[in-house]
C-alpha cells in the first residue's frame, strides 16, 4: 500500500500495489481490489528487465482505462525505468525511491453545454465552463474557496455519463496554479484524494487559460481532497508529464 503524490505518512492518495509472476484471471483482481477498497488497485505482471510490464487498474467495482496515482505507486514499488503496456497503450515511467515521473497522453477538453444534472450535483457554486475529455467531465468554478466548500450531490453527478467530474479554479496560494476536486461515483469512488490522470486533462486546461505555452508548459496543481496532494504536470506535446512523491505505508501477502 502506497501513498501517492504526498511526502507523508497520511496523506496523498493510497493505492495499492499488486505484483504478479504471471497474469491472474479478470475476477479474481476484482475481488482483491474490492477487498482492498483502495480508489484503484494497480496489477503489475513482472518481466525480464527490458520486456513492457503488463499493468492493469481496478477500483473497488470496475477495471478502468487510465490511472495515474496506482502508476506513480507501482513506479515507486519497483524502483528504476519501466515500460507498462496498458489499456491506454504503452507508458513509461521512473521513480528513484520518492519522486517518480509519468509520461502520460494528454486529454484536452473541449466546451460543451453543462449537462442538465451537474448543476444540482454542484450546489452553491458558480459554473464558469464546463468542458468534456476522452475520461472525464472538466467543470471550471467562480474560485478556488468554491471548490474547497463543496459538498456535491454525489446521486446528481452519478446520473452523468463520464467516468468522473473534474472542478477546478485558479489556485488561491503562492506556487499553486490551479485547485481541483475528482468525484467518480459512477465507478465507485465518492471523491478521489489525488487523481494523476485527470491532471492530463487540467495541465492542457490551464495552460490556455493561464496563457503558458503549451509545449513545455509547467504547472502545479493542488488537489483539495481532505488528504490532500501536490501534482507537478509538464506539456510534452500531446503528452503530459506527471510528477510526485509516494510514501509506501505497508507491505504484505495476499494468501489466497
Same mark, same amino acid.
Given at each position: &500500500?502506497?501513498?501517492?503524490?504526498?511526502?507523508?505518512?497520511?496523506?496523498?492518495?493510497?493505492?495499492?500495489?499488486? %505484483?504478479?509472476?504471471?497474469?491472474?484471471?479478470?475476477?479474481? &483482481?476484482?475481488?482483491?481490489?474490492?477487498?482492498?477498497?483502495?480508489?484503484?488497485?494497480?496489477?503489475?505482471?513482472?518481466?525480464?528487465?527490458?520486456?513492457?510490464?503488463?499493468?492493469?487498474?481496478?477500483?473497488?467495482?470496475?477495471?478502468?482505462?487510465?490511472?495515474?496515482?496506482?502508476?506513480?505507486?507501482?513506479?515507486?514499488?519497483?524502483?528504476?525505468?519501466?515500460?507498462?503496456?496498458?489499456?491506454?497503450?504503452?507508458?513509461?515511467?521512473?521513480? +528513484?525511491?520518492?519522486?517518480?515521473?509519468?509520461?502520460?497522453?494528454?486529454?484536452?477538453?473541449? %466546451?460543451?453545454?453543462?449537462?442538465?444534472?451537474?448543476?444540482?450535483?454542484?450546489?452553491?457554486?458558480?459554473?464558469?465552463?464546463?468542458?468534456?475529455?476522452?475520461?472525464?467531465?472538466? $467543470?471550471?468554478?467562480?474560485?478556488?474557496?468554491?471548490?474547497?466548500?463543496?459538498?456535491?450531490?454525489?446521486?446528481?453527478?452519478?446520473?452523468?455519463?463520464? #467516468?468522473?467530474?473534474?472542478?477546478?479554479?485558479?489556485?488561491?496560494?503562492?506556487? $499553486? +496554479?490551479?485547485?481541483? #476536486?475528482?468525484?467518480?461515483?459512477?465507478?465507485?469512488?465518492?471523491?478521489?484524494?489525488?487523481?494523476?490522470?485527470?491532471?492530463?486533462? %487540467?495541465?492542457?486546461?490551464?495552460?490556455?487559460?493561464?496563457?503558458?505555452?503549451?509545449?513545455?508548459?509547467?504547472?502545479?496543481?493542488?488537489?483539495?481532497?481532505?488528504?490532500?496532494?501536490?501534482?507537478?504536470?509538464?506539456? #510534452?506535446? +500531446?503528452?503530459?508529464?506527471?510528477?510526485?512523491?509516494? $510514501?509506501?505505508?505497508?507491505?504484505?501477502?495476499?494468501?489466497?
Amino acid at each position: &500500500m502506497v501513498n501517492a503524490f504526498t511526502d507523508a505518512a497520511f496523506g496523498g492518495n493510497p493505492a495499492g500495489v499488486v %505484483l504478479l509472476d504471471a497474469p491472474a484471471e479478470t475476477a479474481w &483482481m476484482q475481488a482483491v481490489a474490492a477487498q482492498l477498497k483502495h480508489a484503484e488497485t494497480a496489477f503489475v505482471v513482472l518481466r525480464p528487465a527490458g520486456e513492457a510490464l503488463p499493468l492493469r487498474w481496478f477500483t473497488p467495482t470496475t477495471e478502468v482505462d487510465l490511472c495515474g496515482h496506482a502508476t506513480l505507486a507501482a513506479a515507486h514499488v519497483l524502483g528504476g525505468e519501466h515500460r507498462f503496456d496498458t489499456r491506454s497503450g504503452e507508458l513509461t515511467c521512473r521513480s +528513484d525511491g520518492s519522486t517518480g515521473e509519468l509520461d502520460f497522453p494528454a486529454d484536452a477538453a473541449e %466546451l460543451v453545454e453543462p449537462p442538465a444534472e451537474l448543476a444540482g450535483g454542484l450546489p452553491g457554486t458558480t459554473i464558469e465552463r464546463v468542458a468534456r475529455g476522452r475520461s472525464d467531465v472538466l $467543470v471550471q468554478l467562480e474560485s478556488a474557496a468554491q471548490v474547497r466548500a463543496l459538498q456535491p450531490d454525489l446521486d446528481a453527478l452519478g446520473r452523468v455519463e463520464t #467516468r468522473g467530474i473534474i472542478v477546478t479554479a485558479r489556485g488561491d496560494a503562492a506556487g $499553486v +496554479d490551479f485547485v481541483s #476536486r475528482f468525484f467518480a461515483p459512477r465507478v465507485g469512488i465518492s471523491e478521489d484524494p489525488v487523481t494523476g490522470s485527470a491532471h492530463c486533462t %487540467l495541465a492542457p486546461w490551464w495552460a490556455a487559460e493561464l496563457g503558458r505555452s503549451a509545449d513545455g508548459a509547467e504547472l502545479t496543481g493542488e488537489q483539495a481532497s481532505e488528504r490532500g496532494g501536490t501534482v507537478r504536470a509538464e506539456l #510534452r506535446g +500531446d503528452r503530459v508529464v506527471l510528477r510526485g512523491r509516494c $510514501v509506501t505505508f505497508m507491505r504484505g501477502q495476499i494468501l489466497v
